[in-house]
Structures are given as C-alpha cells and as structure tokens.
C-alpha cells in the first residue's frame, strides 16, 4: 500500500463521495483547513463519482444530463441538493460547479473519496447509471450490482488521469461505514465487499492509500450506542472516533498541536457567562478577542470558517 503525505493547513483538499466525506470535510474546515466538500451534493457509486471528476477533467464544459421535476431542474449526474429554477439557471450554475471543481482538482494536495455502495440504478432512456433517482418512478430505472473488474478497470484509469492532469495529487480512500439497509442486509455486504476489493486494488498504485473508517466503524466501535436511531448512520460519538483516528493517521504533531490550541480557544469562547453586562465579561471578551488574533497571527494558513 503506498503512504501518502500529511495534511497540512495552507493545502487544498477536495473531498467527494459518500457521507463520510461530508463528516470529514466539516471538520477539516472546522479546524481550518482549505477544503471543497461535495460541490455537486453526495454521491454513492463510484461510477457515479468517476463519471463527475471525469466530467470537470474534460477540457471544455459539457452540459450535464437534466431533469426537470415539476418546476424544479435537476441532473441524473448530481445529488439532488443540486437544483435550479429553470433550465438557464441550472446551465449557468452548472458551468460554475464545473470550474470549480476542475480549479479544486486542479489546486489540490489530496483528494479524499468516500465509496458508498455498488448498487447502481441505470436509466432506461439512455442506459447511463445515475447518481441519484430524485424520487422518479422505479420503472425509470434497472438495478443491479455494478462488476468489479468494470469498477477497477474505470477507477484504474481515472487515478492515472487525475494525477495526470496535478502530479502532485495524493488520494485518500474510505468507504461509508453507513448500511444501506434499504438494499437488504445480505444485498448490502456484497456491495461493500466489492467496495473493499476496489480500494484494495487501487491502493497498491502510487500515493494512493486506504482509510479504515469503515473497519473503526463496523468492528471496533460495533456497539448501536454508535449509530444513530436508524441502526444505519454512525452518530457523533463515533464520528469523533473515526476523527481522532484521522488525525493521528493523516497529521503531524505540529498539526495536531495548532488544532489542540484552536479546540481550547473554542471551548472558552463558548462559555456561558453568567452576567453579560459586567466588567468581568467585557474584560473576558477583550481578552479572547486578543487570543483569538494572536492565533491567526501565529498560524497564517490557518483559515477562520466561524461565523462573522
């Protein structure tokens, strides 16, 4: 397996896929990272996900496939978080997702893909796997289990693409510890079985490595106090597990230190002070004020996602 480089503040990182990609991408910009997190929604398949960044590869733009949902305007190729009021607007907002997703891919250090499952839903109109359904019909679609050498032949060649398109680019692979128990508990572990020999196939090429949330999720923490009510989706408990563990894999000490410093600076501003209106609180609020630009002084590439 190869070992990619740490994560460190002043880099930027793209982060696609699954909701583990989500999680992670809040945090790192949590703890002031340089990060774009899923510009065009989640996505679960890796063919859907291969099918996007192949998409903001391409030299020019193309427009994505549409679908208008009474007067909504989505894309089979899009997460539905993606929409547009009319056809224009969805073209104009789409070419922005293009351009910045191409500069991401372009400018960044790492990219982190999270694969969800390998149940695909192809649409009959044109034979193409979609990245969600958008509450369509189920007559639109066919399902089926996606072929692993299909799987690893695609990805295989999109890693070479992309890292030759920014040689400097490392990726970090996950699969979502979430159950899609939709699918049906048996249909659900083949899925993630052909997910575990995909990342492993693609591990062994160059600065390309595998994170174990799934394993952290699954066997190690393995108790329902760690999922939320759904038996499916790991709560914050777990979360924060999985992000102790990524720091420790993907951080320097130095890191790890800046984000100890900044927990500490959050934890006393979120103090509840009892008497807003008193000199000790003013002179409290000066003092933090102070700490605060002192840390942005000290960490320059540190970048501040607080609220104004």
Same mark, same amino acid.
């Given at each position: 397996?190869?070992?990619?480089?740490?994560?460190?503040?002043?880099?930027?990182?793209?982060?696609?896929?699954?909701?583990?990609?989500?999680?992670?991408?809040?945090?790192?910009?949590?703890?002031?990272?340089q990060v774009v997190v899923n510009p065009g929604g989640t996505i679960f398949?890796?063919?859907?996900?291969?099918?996007?960044?192949?998409?903001?590869?391409?030299?020019?733009?193309?427009?994505?496939?549409?679908?208008?949902?009474?007067?909504?305007?989505?894309?089979?190729?899009?997460?539905?978080?993606?929409?547009?009021?009319?056809?224009?607007?969805?073209?104009? *907002? !789409?070419?922005?997702?293009? $351009?910045? @997703?191409? #500069?991401?891919?372009?400018?960044?250090?790492?990219? /982190?893909?999270? %694969?969800?499952?390998?149940?695909?839903?192809?649409?009959?109109?044109?034979?193409?796997?979609?990245?969600?359904?958008?509450?369509?019909?189920?007559?639109?679609?066919? *399902? !089926?289990?996606?072929?692993? $050498?299909? @799987?690893? #032949?695609?990805?295989?060649?999109?890693?070479?693409? /992309?890292?030759? %398109?920014?040689?400097?680019?490392?990726?970090?692979?996950?699969?979502?510890?979430?159950?899609?128990?939709?699918?049906?508990?048996?249909?659900?572990?083949?899925?993630?079985?052909?997910?575990?020999?995909?990342?492993?196939?693609?591990?062994?090429?160059?600065?390309?490595?595998?994170?174990?949330?799934?394993?952290?999720?699954?066997?190690?923490?393995?108790?329902?106090?760690?999922?939320?009510?759904?038996?499916?989706?790991?709560?914050?408990?777990?979360?924060?597990?999985?992000?102790?563990?990524?720091?420790?894999?993907?951080?320097?000490?130095?890191?790890?230190t800046i984000l100890e410093e900044w927990g500490s600076l959050q934890k006393s501003k979120a103090h509840q002070i009892l008497y807003?209106?008193?000199?000790?609180?003013?002179?409290?609020?000066?003092?933090?004020?102070?700490?605060?630009?002192?840390?942005?002084?000290?960490?320059?590439?540190?970048?501040?996602?607080?609220?104004?």
């Open positions: 397996m190869s070992i990619v480089s740490p994560l460190r503040h002043g880099q930027a990182i793209t982060l696609i896929g699954s909701c583990f990609s989500d999680e992670i991408g809040r945090l790192l910009q949590a703890n002031g990272f398949h890796p063919l859907a996900i291969s099918k996007l960044l192949r998409w903001a590869l391409n030299d020019q733009f193309v427009p994505l496939r549409m679908y208008q949902r009474k007067d909504i305007f989505l894309s089979w190729d899009l997460s539905g978080s993606f929409y547009a009021m009319s056809e224009e607007a969805f073209l104009e *907002k !789409s070419k922005l997702l293009y $351009e910045k @997703l191409r #500069t991401s891919l372009q400018k960044s250090s790492h990219l /982190l893909l999270t %694969f969800g499952t390998t149940w695909a839903y192809t649409l009959g109109a044109d034979q193409k796997i979609v990245a969600n359904c958008h509450k369509a019909s189920k007559s639109y679609f066919d *399902k !089926s289990l996606t072929d692993l $050498e299909e @799987l690893q #032949t695609i990805w295989l060649s999109l890693i070479a693409q /992309l890292q030759h %398109f920014n040689p400097s680019l490392q990726v970090i692979l996950t699969i979502s510890p979430v159950r899609h128990l939709s699918d049906g508990l048996v249909e659900n572990n083949r899925s993630k079985a052909r997910l575990h020999l995909l990342v492993e196939e693609l591990a062994k090429t160059s600065k390309c490595c595998y994170f174990e949330a799934f394993e952290i999720v699954t066997d190690q923490l393995r108790d329902y106090a760690f999922f939320k009510e759904d038996g499916a989706h790991p709560n914050q408990k777990a979360i924060r597990v999985v992000w102790a563990h990524f720091q420790q894999r993907f951080f320097e000490a130095k890191t790890i807003p209106e008193s000199i000790e609180a003013r002179q409290l609020q000066v003092t933090l004020q102070k700490q605060t630009a002192d840390f942005f002084m000290k960490h320059p590439d540190f970048l501040d996602s607080t609220p104004a």
